[in-house]
T-cell receptor
Framework: DVKVTQSSRYLVKRTGEKVFLECVQD?????MFWYRQDPGLGLRLIYF???????EKGDIPEGYSVSREKKERFSLILESASTNQTSMYLC??????????FGPGTRLTVL | EDQVTQSPEALRLQEGESSSLNCSYT??????LFWYRQDPGKGPEFLFT???AGEEKEKERLKATLTKKESFLHITAPKPEDSATYLC????????????FGSGTRLQVQP
């Protein structure tokens, strides 16, 4: 069965803190993605990775960075959290095919 | 620029009352169209992938169809447990691996 896990379901951080969101998949997928989801805006792509140590910017990369040191793990980093980064963060993975499988999400609140 | 528009934004049905959700898209060469179901506070759950006009796929009370400009998700005799937000997404044939999502249709099925 397909399995994508995210390190936290809920997270509360303060403005200016460095925040790490972790995602792990057990399907040996090449591609991994980070989206954020906001009411009325849908899912928007932040970054994706198509191989270990490889990454590409998505549609809204500002204020974020990523790390992929191992094939199964993809981390999203908020260098200095701001209140406008309060959102639901969703990780997904896919093989060289197409279907993306999502994790349960992390609800991040920045105070 | 790839675009996905879903309608209606929200739909309330009585149990057993069949209906359809619409997903209109513009994309540079469609590689695939995806339907997901999302329950509140959770990650999207994969339902279907459609690749070419005329293709249909079914799962229980759900049936997805595809034309060159839109896709429909038909719900036959829905039950309260079908209540969720249904998301449509497209992948362009340009080599872009990421999906472009619509804003979703919130479906509520009342007993």
């Amino acid at each position: 069965d397909v399995k994508v896990t995210q390190s936290s379901r809920y997270l509360v951080k303060r403005t200016g803190e460095k925040v790490f969101l972790e995602c792990v998949q057990d399907m040996d997928h090449e591609n991994m993605f980070w989206y954020r989801q906001d009411p009325g805006l849908g899912l928007r792509l932040i970054y994706f990775s198509y191989d270990v140590k490889m990454k590409e910017k998505g549609d809204i990369p500002e204020g974020y960075s990523v790390s992929r040191e191992k094939k199964e793990r993809f981390s999203l980093i908020l260098e200095s959290a701001s209140t406008n980064q309060t959102s639901m963060y969703l990780c997904a993975s896919s093989s060289s095919g197409d279907t993306q499988y999502f994790g349960p999400g992390t609800r991040l609140t920045v105070l | 620029e790839d675009q996905v528009t879903q309608s209606p934004e929200a739909l309330r049905l009585q149990e057993g009352e069949s209906s359809s959700l619409n997903c209109s898209y513009t994309v540079s060469g469609l590689r695939g169209l995806f339907w997901y179901r999302q329950d509140p506070g959770k990650g999207p759950e994969f339902l279907f992938t459609l690749y070419s006009a005329g293709e249909e796929k079914e799962k229980e009370r759900l049936k997805a169809t595809l034309t060159k400009k839109e896709s429909f998700l038909h719900i036959t005799a829905p039950k309260p447990e079908d209540s969720a937000t249904y998301l449509c997404a497209v992948q362009a044939g340009t080599g872009r691996r990421a999906l472009t999502f619509g804003s979703g249709t919130r479906l509520q099925v009342q007993p």
